[in-house]
């Protein structure tokens, strides 16, 4: 295998297999025409570059925002999370959304702010989605404190595509940036989730965002996911978006020799572990307004249905582009608000919303080493 060809599966390990396992599933009869014409109608609207958008490929349902820890790296911690709204998404609602974009759709991520498992009606909301179409990827996040997460996972397992577990340092580190956690419990619920995981053949994700508390442990997570049969590692610098006690002197932990030779060792090791696939997020080319994708998909809709920028400041009070569950979801992404927003994104203006996130306000990274893209 050529080292391009090795990059090129480093680069889209997880998307070839979401892709493969989406192919597999295409949704039928009077359904199949509506996915293919939208995808046509989507590349067209690109092509134009038009404003409008055709229906989206992947969202966000923030299915809630409460949470069981408080984590430093986490938004909500902060001034925008403390004004929010708290609360469980109506299944009803919901429901609704589903039902708009069933024909469309690639995946939906039932995510958000909150832990996915203290959602009560999980189960239900995933039998759901498949029923509309089994091949919509889904997805569900935890950060694996839930008391008999592996048998909860093991119940819904036939209707999930992908376990996302997030991890934010090892031992002692650990516990200080996810505040409220232990971090034995995490190892052993870690370890049966990965079990359920194998045994189902569940993609198992490990989430690991770099602070200077602690980027030295980036090798030490790899080497745990190796350990403990989780297959996928990513790495992402904290974004100061919605962190609002934090200044952009922050990023300069970023620049550092220290932070660029613990990526380094990270990669190394798992390349030496044989079994995980590290990726990071693209900290190397320019980055601006034009950089993001996310005016253009992988939508994030709050838990009582507002249509909010991004999941890296998904606050409504903030911005939003109205409510789904008032209007519709194209409503909302077609809303002379939203035109208006990405116009700014084709002229490269970073409205004031965007402003401290590291796509736009982190400095491109000169690492030695060849990144895998997440």
Same mark, same amino acid.
């Given at each position: 295998? %050529?080292?391009?060809?090795?990059?090129?599966?480093?680069?889209?390990?997880?998307?070839?297999?979401?892709?493969?396992?989406?192919?597999?599933?295409?949704? =039928?009869?009077?359904?199949?025409? &509506?996915?293919?014409?939208?995808?046509?109608?989507?590349?067209?609207?690109?092509? !134009?570059?038009?404003?409008?958008?055709?229906?989206?490929?992947?969202?966000?349902?923030?299915?809630?925002?409460?949470?069981?820890?408080?984590? +430093? %790296? #986490?938004?909500?911690?902060?001034?925008?999370?403390?004004?929010?709204?708290?609360?469980?998404?109506?299944?009803?609602?919901?429901?609704?959304?589903?039902?708009?974009?069933?024909? *469309?759709?690639?995946?939906?991520?039932? %995510?958000?702010?909150?832990?996915?498992?203290?959602?009560?009606?999980?189960?239900?909301?995933?039998?759901?989605?498949?029923?509309?179409?089994?091949?919509?990827?889904?997805? +569900?996040? %935890?950060?694996?404190?839930?008391?008999?997460?592996?048998? *909860?996972?093991?119940?819904?397992?036939?209707?999930?595509?992908?376990?996302?577990?997030?991890?934010?340092?090892?031992? &002692?580190?650990?516990?200080?940036?996810?505040?409220?956690?232990?971090?034995? !419990?995490?190892?052993?619920?870690?370890?049966?989730?990965?079990?359920?995981?194998?045994?189902?053949?569940?993609?198992?994700?490990?989430?690991?965002?770099?602070?200077?508390?602690?980027?030295?442990?980036?090798?030490? !997570?790899?080497?745990?996911?190796?350990?403990? =049969?989780?297959?996928?590692?990513?790495?992402?610098?904290?974004?100061?978006?919605? +962190?609002?006690?934090?200044?952009?002197?922050? *990023?300069?932990?970023?620049?550092?020799?220290?932070?660029?030779?613990?990526?380094?060792?990270?990669?190394?090791?798992?390349?030496?572990?044989?079994?995980?696939?590290?990726?990071?997020?693209?900290?190397?080319?320019?980055?601006?307004?034009?950089?993001?994708?996310?005016?253009?998909?992988?939508?994030?809709?709050?838990?009582?249905?507002?249509?909010?920028? #991004?999941?890296?400041?998904?606050?409504? &009070?903030?911005?939003?582009?109205?409510?789904?569950?008032?209007?519709?979801?194209?409503?909302?992404?077609?809303?002379?608000?939203?035109?208006?927003?990405?116009?700014?994104?084709?002229?490269?203006?970073?409205?004031?919303?965007?402003?401290?996130?590291?796509?736009?306000?982190?400095?491109?990274?000169?690492?030695?080493?060849?990144?895998?893209?997440?």
């Amino acid at each position: 295998m %050529t080292k391009f060809a090795r990059m090129s599966y480093k680069l889209n390990h997880r998307r070839f297999r979401k892709i493969f396992n989406r192919l597999k599933s295409l949704p =039928g009869g009077i359904n199949l025409f &509506k996915y293919l014409f939208n995808k046509v109608h989507a590349a067209w609207l690109k092509t !134009v570059k038009s404003t409008r958008v055709a229906y989206p490929s992947s969202i966000m349902l923030e299915v809630t925002n409460h949470c069981n820890l408080a984590c +430093i %790296t #986490c938004p909500r911690e902060y001034a925008y999370g403390d004004a929010m709204a708290k609360g469980t998404i109506d299944i009803a609602a919901m429901y609704k959304v589903i039902d708009e974009v069933a024909p *469309y759709i690639d995946s939906i991520g039932l %995510t958000g702010l909150g832990e996915t498992l203290l959602y009560k009606k999980l189960e239900e909301t995933l039998k759901y989605i498949k029923a509309r179409n089994k091949g919509i990827q889904t997805f +569900i996040s %935890t950060n694996a404190h839930i008391p008999n997460a592996d048998v *909860y996972i093991e119940r819904i397992a036939p209707y999930l595509d992908t376990v996302q577990i997030s991890i934010d340092g090892v031992n &002692k580190i650990y516990e200080t940036v996810r505040a409220k956690s232990d971090y034995r !419990v995490f190892i052993e619920t870690t370890r049966k989730i990965a079990a359920v995981c194998k045994k189902h053949g569940l993609a198992l994700m490990f989430n690991f965002v770099a602070i200077k508390e602690n980027y030295t442990q980036m090798k030490d !997570v790899v080497e745990i996911a190796a350990e403990l =049969g989780v297959t996928d590692v990513n790495i992402t610098p904290v974004n100061l978006a919605g +962190i609002t006690a934090w200044d952009l002197k922050y *990023y300069e932990l970023f620049y550092s020799d220290s932070f660029k030779l613990e990526v380094k060792q990270a990669f190394e090791a798992a390349r030496r572990s044989g079994t995980v696939h590290l990726t990071m997020w693209d900290v190397k080319t320019k980055n601006e307004f034009k950089k993001c994708h996310l005016p253009w998909n992988h939508f994030y809709i709050s838990w009582d249905g507002w249509m909010t920028p #991004c999941c890296a400041k998904p606050f409504p &009070k903030e911005l939003n582009f109205g409510n789904v569950f008032q209007t519709s979801l194209m409503q909302c992404l077609n809303s002379k608000e939203y035109r208006a927003f990405r116009r700014l994104w084709f002229k490269n203006i970073t409205p004031d919303f965007c402003s401290k996130c590291h796509v736009v306000d982190l400095k491109p990274l000169d690492l030695d080493v060849d990144i895998a893209y997440n």
